[in-house]
């Protein structure tokens, strides 16, 4: 398999359950993101991290928790959502994360989404 | 406070002709843009880039432009076909903020027939 692919593809839960996204990126990159998109709105930038480091965390409500175990897998840990937490959950992988980089190195490239529903 | 701005949510062209989608952005600071493409159910996929010391890229059928003084941006699509209908994101870099990309709010493009 190549690219980024994501788990799973589409997601309904409840407000009480606990449910985890999974990404996995097959282009030996050092950074991975976690976006939201909600209607009608622009991508969200939610956290990054490089090489398994947390490097941003963009005001996300504790009821998303990433975890980056190693450089080709993130997860995002979902408990207790609301209604409004409802939307596209997009991962991306860049080769460089980093500032200054420059160039192609700062290219993203996303999954197909998870599309998750909170009822 | 949106830094990158897409003013048109939609964009009909007729096949063979040419697309033009625009992007404006508010802050000169911007070191690198890019544009994406998403289909209906997938993940963006990235399409083309400019550095901000650039004024023009081409690949293929795809030229972005950009006009530091007035802080635009467009994608030219020639000549438009059927499968480039989609949504299409333009995005910026700050590298100063660690390489966060900030997209604008997408430009729906229909190609007819």
């Known amino acids: 398999e190549t690219g980024v692919t994501q788990t799973p593809r589409h997601l309904v839960m409840g407000m009480t359950n606990k449910k985890s996204l999974k990404c996995e990126q097959h282009?030996?990159?050092?950074?991975m993101y976690w976006y939201k998109q909600s209607a009608k709105k622009p991508l969200e930038l939610m956290f990054v991290y490089n090489f398994k480091e947390q490097t941003e965390n963009n005001s996300v409500p504790s009821r998303f928790s990433p975890e980056c175990p190693n450089s080709s897998h993130l997860f995002l840990h979902l408990h207790t959502l609301q209604p409004e937490d409802s939307a596209l959950y997009l991962c991306?992988?860049?080769?460089?994360?980093?500032?200054?980089?420059?160039?192609?190195?700062?290219?993203?490239?996303f999954g197909p989404g998870t599309r998750l529903t909170v009822l | 406070d949106q830094q990158v701005k897409q003013n048109s949510p939609s964009l009909s062209v007729q096949e063979g002709r040419i697309s033009i989608l625009n992007c404006d952005y508010t802050?000169?600071?911007?070191?690198?843009f890019l544009w994406y493409k998403k289909y209906p159910a997938e993940g963006p996929t990235f399409l083309i880039s400019i550095s901000s010391i650039k004024d023009k890229n081409e690949d293929g059928r795809f030229t972005v432009f950009l006009n530091k003084s007035a802080k635009h941006l467009s994608l030219h699509i020639v000549p438009s076909q059927p499968g480039d209908s989609a949504v299409y994101f333009c995005a910026a870099i700050l590298y100063n903020q660690g390489g966060k990309l900030i997209f604008g709010q997408g430009t729906e493009l229909s190609v007819k027939p």
């Open positions: 802050n000169s600071m911007f070191d690198y």
């Open positions: 282009l030996g990159h050092n950074a």
């Open positions: 991306a992988s860049s080769q460089d994360g980093l500032a200054g980089a420059g160039g192609n190195t700062d290219t993203q490239y």
